[in-house]
């Protein structure tokens, strides 16, 4: 008798071993894993009240809060499909991605209502909104707030067994580049297996204590809402991320571990007030979302006390990939080791990656030749919500094309070089934006950079930093240029630097170099397409 896969089991099995353990930390209230299951078993009730049918979409915009983790298990026991929302999205941007998902339900936080009433009347399958936490106050939202619908609905519980692990669980959209926002889909057998792996690798119990730091609306919140859910952990829940906050939270609920973009670390390093907290009881930070540098890997380490190393992987796989710790085998000392836990990684379990080249086939693990990274992954996306021809230019010869460029060592280690659309093409040479940045993050004043190409008559297009200084720094284009240029081969080097205040950002924490490109593309007809726009 095979049992379906699915995230369902996760929730039932921890609410049985560890009933009266605290499940959830948010804000003030502490939620054992009996009343979490308890929880999400009557919003599976309430929305089945709503008339929600098999497969409907359920969307949520909200922060990271217990509601919010509670919809990932109670979306799903009733039959429906879990939409968490990127809360920086435009409304037009919400607008379209409600409709294009037909979402027939949307739960949201009092923050939003103005959003949200605004954009209704361009709404074209949502029926029922219901107030996350607040009082109704119009005609057109449900009656009753989601905690009304909770305490009026009996439990419900579907039968495991009746349950298809290949149907769509999760929708998560993804940024859009060039086209609108592509919907991934993750099926029950995705996440299971994807949490699984996850587990057993970051060696998750019952005494983990992890802070939400990745909103939960984001590529599955990397995993942490399964993963640490099957093992009986505390997951901890911070509503907008904030470093006295995290701080003050890390402290107060004694976390372990938590999970950060970059440009958060970055944030966390340079913030004064962490010598106000005992932060003795963070054991490892891990870096994603964008690729991490030595130095920053090193100031955590110094700073907090505990270990860091980076993390690979996409929305499309659910979405860890890869993971820089340390390899038993191949332990790192000094320099080298920071440098080995600033790396893409190698795979977990149950993930396969190659390198391949433009015909598809594995190029030299030398460490040296570079190639696209493809995986086949037990997380891997059952493709793009009603795109079949985006699915099939990803999904090719059954291996995933991810568009990140890398390298392979001979210990199987990757090294992302860059994005295919972030290579910078300088007189027929290939420069790396991540090895620059790298670079220039390791001057003492700066505090972020972006490294992307600008056009240039003689060269095609030349590297070019916009750079934030960290705060009371007063370093000169001048000198950070002589810094770089000491370090890396002078093609390599940015031709100019732009100093800003804030470099914008995604919802995540992500630079937008996107955004910043705009400026120099702006009107010109590119050899490179996705940089060109027409004014």
Excluded at 289 to 297: D, I, K, M, N
Excluded at 401 to 417: C, K, R, W
Aim: hydrophobic share 40%.
């Amino acid at each position: 008798m095979n049992i379906p896969l699915t995230p369902i089991r996760f929730l039932r099995y921890a609410s049985q071993q560890f009933p009266n353990k605290v499940a959830i930390a948010c804000g003030d209230e502490h939620i054992t894993y009996r009343q979490f299951a308890d929880r999400s078993a009557r919003l599976a009730g309430a929305l089945r009240g709503l008339g929600i049918k098999p497969g409907d979409r359920i969307a949520y915009l909200s922060g990271n809060c217990h509601r919010l983790l509670e919809g990932y298990y109670g979306v799903v026991e009733a039959g429906g499909v879990l939409l968490p929302l990127n809360i920086r999205l435009t409304p037009a941007e919400i607008a379209y991605i409600l409709n294009d998902s037909g979402a027939t339900v949307l739960i949201f936080q009092e923050m939003f209502t103005p959003m949200v009433e605004g954009f209704r009347s361009q709404l074209e399958t949502v029926k029922s909104f219901v107030a996350l936490d607040h009082t109704p106050k119009a005609a057109w939202m449900v009656k009753q707030n989601y905690e009304q619908l909770l305490a009026a609905a009996q439990p419900y519980h579907t039968d495991i067994m009746q349950v298809d692990e290949n149907a769509l669980a999760e929708l998560f959209y993804t940024s859009g580049t060039s086209a609108n926002p592509k919907g991934v889909m993750l099926t029950h057998r995705n996440i299971y297996l994807h949490a699984l792996n996850v587990a057993i690798n970051f060696s998750s119990d019952a005494n983990s204590v992890e802070l939400h730091t990745i909103p939960l609306f984001h590529a599955n919140g990397w995993g942490v809402a399964h993963s640490l859910t099957l093992t009986g952990g505390k997951h901890v829940m911070i509503g907008k991320f904030d470093p006295p906050e995290v701080f003050r939270i890390i402290e107060k609920e004694k976390v372990q571990a938590c999970s950060l973009v970059p440009t958060m670390a970055t944030a966390l390093v340079n913030c004064p007030d962490r010598t106000k907290y005992d932060l003795s009881s963070l054991t490892r930070i891990t870096l994603g979302g964008a690729a991490a540098s030595p130095t920053l890997v090193r100031e955590l380490e110094e700073t907090f006390k505990c270990q860091s190393f980076s993390g690979y992987g996409l929305t499309e796989t659910c979405p860890v990939l890869t993971t820089a710790k340390s390899k038993v085998g191949l332990e790192l000392e000094g320099a080298a080791r920071y440098e080995g836990q600033a790396r893409t990684g190698y795979a977990l379990p149950g993930v396969e990656v190659r390198i391949v080249d433009g015909d598809d086939k594995d190029v030299p693990h030398d460490g040296v030749s570079v190639g696209e990274i493809v995986a086949q992954s037990d997380g891997v996306m059952d493709g793009y919500w009603k795109q079949p021809e985006a699915t099939a230019a990803v999904m090719r010869n059954g291996w995933f094309h991810t568009g990140d460029m890398a390298t392979m060592d001979e210990n199987g280690y990757l090294l992302i070089v860059d994005r295919k659309k972030d290579i910078i093409v300088s007189g027929g040479e290939n420069i790396s934006s991540l090895e620059v940045e790298k670079a220039m993050l390791a001057h003492p004043d700066i505090y972020e950079v972006a490294v992307i190409p600008i056009p240039d008559e003689r060269w095609g297009e030349v590297p070019k930093a916009l750079v934030s200084l960290k705060p009371g720094a007063k370093a000169t284009e001048a000198e950070i240029l002589e810094f770089v240029r000491s370090r890396l081969s002078h093609y390599k080097c940015p031709r100019s630097i732009e100093f800003m205040d804030v470099l914008p950002k995604t919802g995540t924490g992500k630079i937008l170099k996107k955004e910043l490109r705009k400026k120099y593309w702006s009107g010109t007809e590119s050899i490179r397409p996705e940089m060109a726009t027409k004014k």
